[in-house]
């Protein structure tokens, strides 16, 4: 059995994005930037006011005030700038291009306008009110970096640049096998003692979450040769394959030796957790291989530490690991020693929460969690407002 950390290392070990394609920016919301954005032009494009107002020079505030300015031209946002007039005022307005010969802007509020002419109690400083050409970013200046996730804020950027497409990561192909005689999918005819999949279901969503393209297979059962023969089909065709069930040692539990039997490579099958201590992981050729679980908080959370981010790192994700953050722990805490556990919570401003029913088969606790905590293996746990390492389940 190994560590929580030693497995995920394992899992990312040598991992590398699998292609790229250009897709346009709608398109491309939800994936990953597979080069560096540079800026080809800059932004903002050219000097520009940053209020209403006047623009002035001034070296034309000579003296001391008020001062009055005759008013000359306009300048606004989608015209092109006029020339300032020696001695005058430019009526301005915000996004308009800067008049050449003026350096500053002077607010609307600060000025009082009288038929052609504008007066001002104040000087004004170089450069007030005034957004220059580069400010934000300057021409070849990398403006969004590799591995970084797009979304709306991102390609909103990208179309700042004029840019009308970008180079993303491939997404990840995915196949899921739910094992299981028991299992019948939701809602269909079967046996008192059978129970709708749900895991399979889960871990498609979340793939699809973080940019895979996600496919269910049907049902297996538990006849190993049958298994593997589904194993052996999958395999090579598809980026990660992830087995649902059977991965503990009961006399069913066949996907070990199946997978085996497929010819897949297996690397370790015990992690130091809780709940999810039954988890496979390994190789065929391309195709990586998760093996999770079968009861349902066992299978999520076990896809939710490793599988997600694997399936980060395929599309070269710039930080893939789960993010650890501290939070006050708003009730007591206690776990047997022994393994690192993950316990479902609830977070708010004040804390986070463990839920009362933490077993493996709770498919409740699941829905109403939004945090798991982290209880290292040699604790006995935690009591109300200590600090406690958190993970969000949202952010996996």
Known sequence: MIS???????????????GVERLGLRAAAGRVLARDLVATVALPRFDHSAMDGYAVDTQAFTGSGPWLLDTRGESRAGSAAPTLEPGCACRIFTG???PSGADAVILQEDARA??????FEEAPKAGQNIR???DDIAVGSVALRAGSRLGAHQLGLAAALDQVDVLVARRPRVSIVCTGDELRAPGAPGAASSIPETNGLCVAIESERVGAHAELAPLASDDAHATASTFAALLGTTDLLV???????????V?????????ATLDFWKVQIKPGKPLVYGRSGKTRILGLPGNPVSAQLTFALFGLPLLRALQGERDPLPKFRSARLLADLRQKPGRLGFY?????????????N????NVVSMADADALIAVPADSHGFSAGDSVEILRLGEL
């Open 243 to 253: 087995t649902i069930g059977g991965v503990s040692v009961g006399d069913y539990d």
């Open 344 to 356: 479902r919570a609830r977070s708010s401003a004040d804390g986070v929460l463990p839920l009362v």
């Open 255 to 263: 996907v070990r030796p199946a997978l085996e039997a497929a010819g």
């Open 358 to 361: 933490q077993a493996s088969g």
């Open 132 to 134: 220059r050409s580069g």
């Open 114 to 119: 009288s038929g052609g002419s504008v007066s």
């Open 96 to 98: 308009a291009p800067l």
């Open 4 to 18: 929580f950390a030693d497995a995920l290392r394992r899992v990312l070990d040598g991992v590398e994005p699998l």
